[in-house]
Structures are given as C-alpha cells and as structure tokens.
C-alpha cells in the first residue's frame, strides 16, 4: 500500500507554502501592531496583535482553498486539546516573534510547516523585514533564499560547551518550576569554570523559535534550547534544521526522540560531535522541565 507521503507533490505543496509566506510578509510589514485583549493568552508577556489573527484567517482559507483534505493547526485558532494526527497537518504560526513585532524590532518570521505522519515533512520560514526565507523538504536539503545551501559554512566539528554559543529563550512563563529550571540552567551555563558553570561563549535569543531554529541551521549558533514553545513554532525550522544536518532532541534529558508537539526541544547544528554535545548539555540543566510531560 503507498504511503500518504508517496502521493503527495511535497515540491509544489514548497512552493505553494512560500508564496503564501510572501503574501503573508506583506501583510505584516504593512501592519501597524495592535495587541488584542489577554482572552486565552496567559499573561501581560504573551502578546498577540490583530494583525497574527488576521494572517493566520489568510493562511488558512489560502491553504484550505488549495488542499481542502488536509488538517490545520494555527497559534491563533488552536483550541486546548486538539491533537496533532498522521494526517497531513499544515502547523502554522502567522507571526513568530509577536513580542518583536509590537516592539519593531526586525526578527519576525513567518513559520509554514507540513507534518505528514507527525513527522515534519516542508518548513519554510520567511522574516519579512530582512527577506531572509529559510526552506527545506524532508531528504532534499534545506536553502537560504532557495538557492543557497545550509549551513552557511563548513561545520568544525562540536567540541565542548565552553567554546559555544548557545541559543534560549525566557519564553512568557515567569514562574513555576520550569522557570526556575531555565534561569538556573542560563546562570550555570555562562558561569566560569571555578564557579562551577560551563563557561560557554554566549547565550543568544532571537524572540523567535523558527529563527532560533534557523540560526543553528545555519551554523552560526551551535545550540538551542527551549521548553514552553508549540508545534507551529518549531515544526517548519524543524525540517531547515534536520536538511541542513542538525539534530534536534528532547529538552529534558534522556530522549533521543522528540515528537514535533513535545513542547521541549534542544537543537545541535551540524557537525562531528553531536551526540557528545547533547549529553554534555543535558548534564548542566537544572532540574527538569514539567511542560509537555
Ligand atoms: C514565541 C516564540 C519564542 C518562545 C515564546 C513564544 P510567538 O512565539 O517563538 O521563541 O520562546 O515562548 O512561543 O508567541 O511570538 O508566536
């Protein structure tokens, strides 16, 4: 019997999802950012604008238009308890980097992903204010600008902590144990060695899971680390990173397998060492992340 994934034309479903993101870009570079009441929202911190709403309403009457049989799961329109399935999924976040985009500062992406049998399958992520798209289908590589080949430079191997730069995020959460987990983890990871930290490089945070994704892709950031984020914010970076020869696990320790609504994440870029680098990192978190679990 033919798998789902053997009749679908993942090329065109690729280029149809970057048109979209151009459609999508437009909109958001145009909008002046105006927040909407809390609603679901959790806190003051997690903001969302009419403009993440109305892009998404774009996207998905677009996407539905185009492939009516196949499911959506938006940021915007998510309801709890929906269930990522095998079916495939288009996972959307409309603006990815909402608390960027209010403040205008220029790392927003747009994140169009497809999971097919809950594995991602097409991610393209585009920051309209740069014009940077980041793109990639699963076994034929991932592309900056389409043509350009990720990562961006010949990967040295992934020698230990202290020699790299590390990519996290504060997210909206700001209590409770998974707070406490990651800002204790961010000081252990930039202390120096006689104070008992790993001493690495540098800590980075773009604001957005997709570029965050994107960055290690590239090569530039060796690591991310994240718990709190959702299936729309990592799906699409997802496939960049794994095309571009990443690997990304569980943010907790211990699982080599993640799925792509795990909710915690830790991203290596390419390169000999990988493996070593994850259980390093592993080893500094403090404590364990309760999201997702
Ligand atoms: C945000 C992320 C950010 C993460 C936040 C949030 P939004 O997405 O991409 O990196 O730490 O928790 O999910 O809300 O801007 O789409």
Same mark, same amino acid.
């Given at each position: 019997?033919?798998?789902?994934?053997?009749?679908?034309?993942?090329?065109?479903?690729?280029?149809?999802?970057?048109?979209?993101? #151009?459609?999508? +870009?437009?909109?958001?570079?145009?909008?002046? $950012?105006?927040?909407?009441?809390?609603?679901? #929202?959790?806190?003051?911190?997690?903001?969302?604008?009419?403009?993440?709403?109305?892009?998404?309403?774009?996207?998905?009457?677009?996407?539905?238009?185009?492939?009516?049989?196949?499911?959506?799961?938006?940021?915007?329109?998510?309801?709890?308890?929906?269930?990522?399935?095998?079916?495939?999924?288009?996972?959307?976040?409309?603006?990815?980097?909402?608390?960027?985009?209010?403040?205008?500062? $220029?790392?927003?992406?747009?994140?169009?992903?497809?999971?097919?049998?809950?594995? $991602?399958?097409?991610?393209?992520?585009?920051?309209?204010?740069?014009?940077?798209?980041?793109?990639?289908? #699963?076994?034929?590589?991932?592309?900056?600008?389409?043509?350009?080949?990720?990562?961006?430079?010949? $990967?040295?191997?992934?020698?230990?902590?202290?020699?790299?730069?590390?990519?996290?995020?504060?997210?909206?959460?700001?209590?409770?144990?998974?707070?406490?987990?990651?800002?204790?983890?961010?000081?252990?990871?930039?202390?120096?060695?006689?104070?008992?930290?790993?001493?690495?490089?540098?800590?980075?945070?773009?604001?957005?899971?997709?570029?965050?994704?994107?960055?290690?892709?590239?090569?530039?950031?060796?690591?991310?680390?994240? +718990?709190?984020?959702?299936?729309?914010?990592?799906?699409?970076?997802?496939?960049?990173?794994?095309?571009?020869?990443?690997?990304?696990?569980?943010?907790?320790?211990?699982?080599?397998?993640?799925?792509?609504?795990?909710?915690?994440?830790?991203?290596?870029? #390419?390169?000999?060492?990988?493996?070593?680098?994850?259980?390093?990192?592993?080893?500094?978190?403090?404590?364990?992340?309760?999201?997702?679990?």
């Amino acid at each position: 019997m033919p798998s789902i994934m053997s009749d679908l034309n993942l090329q065109e479903i690729h280029d149809f999802l970057i048109a979209v993101a #151009k459609k999508a +870009g437009e909109m958001i570079t145009t909008a002046r $950012p105006t927040t909407v009441a809390a609603g679901e #929202k959790k806190n003051s911190a997690d903001l969302v604008t009419e403009t993440d709403q109305a892009v998404e309403k774009m996207v998905s009457t677009t996407l539905k238009e185009k492939y009516p049989d196949f499911a959506f799961m938006g940021e915007e329109t998510y309801k709890p308890g929906d269930r990522l399935t095998a079916a495939p999924t288009f996972i959307v976040d409309p603006i990815d980097g909402t608390t960027n985009f209010v403040h205008g500062y $220029p790392y927003v992406s747009i994140s169009l992903g497809l999971a097919v049998e809950h594995k $991602p399958t097409v991610g393209v992520v585009f920051n309209p204010f740069t014009q940077t798209l980041y793109s990639a289908i #699963k076994g034929r590589g991932a592309f900056l600008n389409h043509t350009t080949p990720l990562p961006l430079r010949d $990967p040295e191997p992934l020698r230990q902590l202290d020699s790299a730069v590390v990519c996290v995020e504060w997210g909206s959460e700001r209590t409770g144990n998974d707070y406490k987990v990651k800002s204790e983890t961010f000081r252990k990871l930039c202390a120096s060695k006689e104070d008992g930290g790993a001493m690495v490089h540098g800590l980075r945070s773009f604001g957005s899971a997709a570029l965050n994704l994107c960055g290690v892709a590239s090569g530039a950031l060796d690591l991310y680390w994240e +718990g709190g984020c959702w299936a729309w914010d990592v799906c699409a970076g997802w496939v960049i990173l794994t095309e571009a020869g990443g690997l990304i696990v569980d943010g907790n320790p211990g699982n080599w397998e993640q799925s792509v609504d795990g909710r915690r994440y830790l991203a290596v870029r #390419k390169g000999e060492g990988q493996k070593a680098m994850v259980e390093e990192f592993w080893g500094w978190i403090q404590g364990k992340m309760e999201v997702g679990i």
